[in-house]
């Protein structure tokens, strides 16, 4: 039913970013595919969303930066109205992988200027990024770094940033580790203003050279008297993080992969998609959006459609732009957060240092629980924008449309989304049950109306719509 | 008088109950069983160690940590089996990895079925309960995660339950019946698209059973206000509702302590005794308590040496097992502090196999074969006060 060129794009512009509502996406398939990929990897092109009016009726946006909620909930606002979608997914992509959290620190303002450097950074060169990470406040405190003392090493950071940001396990040795670990004392931050009367600061960023062990070290083979900065380099050369780094794009933006640990045993799902981003990471010298051109526009990405399981603020994001809903300032953007929570995922505030486990792992009895009774409430009341402009398309038919073509459209209109024979099936019986959709009489419009929310709910309840 | 429940001479025997505690990050066993008399003790950790006046001796050598007296007091109870120095083969220093092996028993290779799967699978190999297995909190434990296999993963147990939005009694029940066909697929549709629809029926099973659960309970007994003591609390709500559970998962996370440790484990281990010990009153409250077996366990052990706040990742860690049916006292050895033992300079060496302790608990508690599911034979431990399950 949906033409292919539709569904290429509604793709694409799920993965790059969080879906789009029907008139956006058939804006964006208008026009070639690789154009859309050229501005969607090259976000500065695009003028930024204004958040001046959000922060007038969410003060604690600009104000008090301490309530992580609403900080989240502007985060979701982003993710539903930025016109440069990819710059919010590869936010949440590196927060996926260089996963630190509000837990430990319980300090909201410097997790926001992490997840600020993430999108600010997100597509630039990942020498970059693992630099700013490693001076990042946030990752600092979180993984004990301000506790890495040149005359007693503490070896967290040195053990993650090999094992979960950069290279995966197998890859360099426990002296490495601690050589690494060597290479990072004296990095840390500031004494933080005293949280009273005004509320928490966010931390800054301070090299000590009286605490850094400047002596010589040995790490993958190479001997210097190496910082933070040398080892960064020197990871950013190995093929080994090249293949990591591609492996978690992989699994975030194509189809769904096996969880970390295993990598270093379980052969990637698609090991000529691994190799061929590799080579484009190797080749540009670890630029990311170099990467992202050559993943959008592979044809392992095109065939990849409804292959991963979306993640729940996926979900919820996606949810909401098919409601149609939180386009401007409506109150009710903080919910999102405890929507999310609920469903296995809170933003700022992965479980681990390993970040979320993805694909099934995501679903369970509980949170499939909760992803559909969200996606049902959302889309359940027929008023709002998103069912109502589904409601206008089957009108302007002009013609009564029987069970079959009805729930085809709903499908198309909701997603594109394809669904099992069961599912249509089972979506076709209902719809069957009151006959033709009908909208002469006002009577008639009403009883379609309920018909068709009803339909929408059904097909967000359903397991093809867990997938992206 | 026999009360619902309750086991008499005649009462038809009550089957076996597992309770699994994780404590996620590698709980530091010596700081929690100190090893006080030992110089090496004290001189590998001049700044992480519990301070002697502090600490809660129960045997000539050992000492619980200050925090740790429920725990004690349990133990002087007789109810408390501590078993010392658990680990395996060159022990991952990964929490990730060496999580997995615990879950799956697969130190060598990545494997995808946990034990605890493995169990449900034999317990209930047509899957007619969905509440054979239930974790409380957020995700699934991979222990309890195989294909084929419904465990129950509630977070909230007060609103649990699909579709509660729909305004209409009568809506709701026809687009469950709906919701239920669409989660009835042709086998084979793909593997994870399989996963869901077996995830979404066990849901609608388990759902209309568990939602009883709450309204059933009433205890006088406080719980610590944690997490911790929330699931066990709802570990204890439907375990009292009778509704065939057998394997229950809790966690308890946060126990990764490179820096701060001092304050951070006295928090902690307050949190996780005190839960514990209200967890075993509220068991006996209801008459409960006699089917019942607690398993506290983590990834590993800790580093002998501080790195000046903390301490880093080890090997040689060790669990408790708590219940009424427990010989209370101490199992396999404690780990040799002395630095001339110390695996790779800095590790202590574990003593006892962790398959070890769970073909324990299969074959003596839940009267299962384990050679299957911990993937061979260990040396098992006798810390049961008479044979139970089989």
């Given at each position: 039913m949906a033409d292919e060129r539709l569904a290429l794009m509604a793709h694409l512009l799920r993965r790059a970013g969080f879906g789009t509502s029907r008139e956006e996406l058939e804006a964006y398939a208008a026009r070639p595919y690789e154009e859309v990929v050229e501005e969607l990897v090259n976000p500065e092109r695009i003028p930024d969303l204004d958040e001046s009016v959000l922060r007038r009726y969410y003060p604690h946006l600009g104000a008090n930066q301490d309530n992580p909620n609403s900080w989240n909930g502007r985060w979701v606002w982003r993710m539903v109205?930025?016109?440069?979608?990819l710059e919010e997914k590869m936010a949440l992509f590196w927060h996926h992988v260089l996963a630190t959290g509000w837990?430990?620190?319980?300090?909201?303002p410097t997790m926001i200027e992490h997840v600020e450097m993430l999108r600010r950074d997100g597509l630039g060169n990942f020498r970059k990024i693992l630099v700013e990470l490693s001076k990042d406040p946030a990752m600092i405190y979180w993984l004990d770094n301000n506790e890495n003392h040149a005359k007693s090493i503490n070896e967290n950071y040195g053990r993650e940033i090999l094992e979960l940001f950069s290279m995966g396990i197998g890859n360099y040795s426990e002296t490495d580790i601690k050589n690494v670990a060597r290479a990072f004392t004296g990095w840390t931050f500031e004494q933080?203003?005293?949280?009273?009367?005004?509320g928490h600061y966010a931390s800054k960023f301070v090299f000590k050279p009286e605490d850094h062990d400047n002596s010589e070290k040995t790490f993958l083979g190479n001997t210097g008297k190496f910082n933070g900065e040398d080892i960064v380099d020197i990871i950013c050369r190995q093929p080994a993080t090249a293949r990591f780094v591609s492996r978690h794009l992989y699994n975030f933006f194509v189809a769904d992969e096996a969880q970390v640990p295993a990598w270093s045993v379980q052969e990637p799902r698609d090991p000529e998609a691994i190799a061929t981003l590799s080579k484009a990471f190797l080749d540009s010298d670890a630029d990311i959006r170099s990467v992202m051109r050559v993943l959008f526009n592979s044809d392992f990405f095109k065939a990849a459609q409804f292959q991963r399981v979306k993640c729940p603020i996926e979900l919820v994001a996606g949810v909401i732009k098919l409601a149609g809903t939180h386009r401007g300032v409506d109150p009710g953007l903080v919910a999102f957060d405890g929507a999310t929570r609920v469903m296995g995922q809170t933003l700022m505030d992965p479980p681990t240092v390993e970040g979320w486990h993805t694909g099934k792992e995501w679903i369970d009895g509980g949170t499939l629980t909760e992803r559909v009774n969200f996606a049902v409430s959302q889309v359940?009341?027929?008023?709002k924008p998103g069912p109502q402009s589904i409601i206008r398309r089957l009108a302007d038919y002009g013609r009564p449309l029987g069970p079959e073509e009805l729930v085809d459209t709903v499908l198309d209109l909701a997603g594109p989304l394809q669904v099992q024979p069961e599912t249509r099936q089972a979506l076709v019986e209902l719809a069957a049950r009151d006959g033709e959709l009908r909208f002469g009489s006002d009577d008639e419009r009403q009883k379609s109306e309920e018909r068709v929310g009803r339909l929408l709910r059904l097909t967000v309840a359903s397991r093809e719509y867990q997938f992206a | 008088m026999a009360v619902s429940g309750h086991t008499n001479g005649h009462a038809k025997k009550k089957d076996p109950v597992l309770v699994v505690v994780q404590l996620s990050g590698g709980n530091d066993f010596m700081n929690t069983v100190i090893p006080f008399t030992e110089g090496a003790y004290y001189d590998a950790r001049p700044l992480v160690h519990v301070a002697k006046k502090d600490q809660l001796p129960f045997t000539d050598t050992l000492a619980f940590h200050p925090a740790a007296a429920p725990l004690r007091d349990m133990y002087l109870a007789g109810d408390v089996a501590i078993i010392q120095g658990i680990g395996y083969e060159n022990s991952s220093r990964s929490h990730f990895r060496a999580m997995d092996i615990w879950h799956t028993c697969e130190p060598l290779k990545i494997a995808t079925e946990g034990w605890l799967a493995k169990v449900v699978r034999e317990i209930d190999p047509q899957g007619s309960?969905?509440?054979t297995a239930v974790s409380f909190g957020r995700g699934l434990p991979r222990a309890l995660a195989a294909p084929g296999v419904t465990a129950t993963s509630v977070d909230n147990l007060d609103n649990y339950g699909l579709l509660n939005s729909i305004q209409t009694a009568e809506q709701r029940q026809e687009d469950l019946s709906f919701f239920k066909r669409m989660y009835t697929p042709a086998i084979g549709t793909g593997m994870v698209l399989d996963y869901l629809a077996h995830t979404g029926n066990g849901v609608l099973a388990g759902a209309d059973m568990l939602k009883e659960a709450p309204r059933l309970y009433t205890s006088s007994v406080q719980y610590p206000d944690c997490a911790i003591g929330k699931s066990l609390r709802d570990v204890v709500r439907v375990h009292t509702a009778n509704l065939g559970t057998r394997i229950f998962y809790t966690q308890h996370g946060g126990y990764d302590y490179h820096a701060q440790e001092n304050p951070s484990h006295f928090r902690l281990l307050s949190e996780l005794t005190q839960s514990l010990r209200a967890f075993m009153q509220d068991l006996r409250e209801h008459n409960a308590s006699d089917n019942v077996t607690v398993l506290v366990f983590t990834e590993f052990g800790r580093r002998m040496k501080d790195n000046g706040s903390g301490t880093d990742h080890g090997s040689g860690g060790g669990a408790f097992l708590i219940g009424d049916r427990i010989q209370g006292g101490l199992y396999s050895e404690y780990p040799s502090v002395k630095p001339a033992d110390w695996l790779n300079g800095e590790d202590l060496r574990h003593t006892f196999d962790f398959r070890g302790v769970y073909g324990t608990l299969l074959e003596q508690w839940l009267g299962l074969d384990p050679t299957e599911i911990v993937g061979g034979t260990y040396e098992q431990l006798r810390p049961f006060k008479t044979a139970a399950g089989a």
């Open positions: 109205n930025s016109k440069r979608p837990t430990k620190s319980e300090h909201t933080p203003i005293p949280l009273y009367p005004y359940s009341d027929v008023k | 309960n969905p509440l």
